[in-house]
């Protein structure tokens, strides 16, 4: 839940108390479990109301609007925009229960700390899925590098062997394509596939480069809404979790995109 607070002015900008308000939510779609719960009916003496207000359970964006009856015509509602996520883990590489744990089977000994961006992503990718099944499957990045070890989930050089995935999931899931910009492909392209899948209701796990260009040092995340222009991603480098991308960031750029589906 998320907390939003109005302030009810009059012409001079002097804060009114006792008017009534309403909260409400909406978007363009049905609601779907998207709520607002007033925590009052009108403005307190400092001429504000406040409400918790909850989005949907899926990665849409929501309309949350309060609205003041007693109001001039003019300025009697403000309407303020909230993203919904699908529900997945976050998390996080530096997590002291797995961050010095060796990466994959072959030198160097990489740490999850510090390359694991794509095994937490697909940690978080598994987990949405286990969880939407009602599966008691459930994994994290310490058990999936194990499983993924075990099983070839990485190839020789302890990259993730994208299509093999599926196979650490249950229920089955297909994989779709893994798709990287080219001759062929543009960024425009990779945002339409994205799009086409988080609408309807499936993550994606994306890869940006860190520059230069053509570097080749991939960092991996999980887009699990769209808010904007920007995609909503689990993002494991960082102690929060998740955060807004933009895949046309500087220091970020999309170069890729692993899609699967149930």
Known sequence: PNRLEVLVRDASSAAISSVPVTFSVSSPTPTLGARATPESAQTNLDGTAGTVFKVGSLPLEYQVTCNCPSCGPVGSSVTFSACGKLGTDEFRQGDVRWSTTTLGNHPPDNSI????????????????????SSSPIRTDPFQLNEDMMEHGGYN????????????????????????????????????SD?????AQGYPVIVQGERPPAGSGNYHFML???????????????????????DPNEINLPLRGIHRYAP
């Open 156 to 191: 020789d050089a302890d990259n993730v062997r994208w299509s093999e995935v599926v196979n650490f999931i249950e229920p089955e899931i297909t994989w779709i394509s893994d798709r990287e910009i080219g001759p062929e492909t543009n960024r425009v392209d990779l945002m």
């Open 113 to 132: 700390k510090k390359v694991g961006c794509a095994l937490s992503s697909v940690a978080n990718l598994i987990n949405f899925y286990n969880t939407a």
């Open 223 to 245: 887009v699990v809404g769209r808010c904007g222009g920007q995609y909503i991603v689990a993002d494991p480098a960082l102690s929060t979790g998740r955060r807004l991308y």
């Open 194 to 198: 994205i799009d086409t899948d988080v």
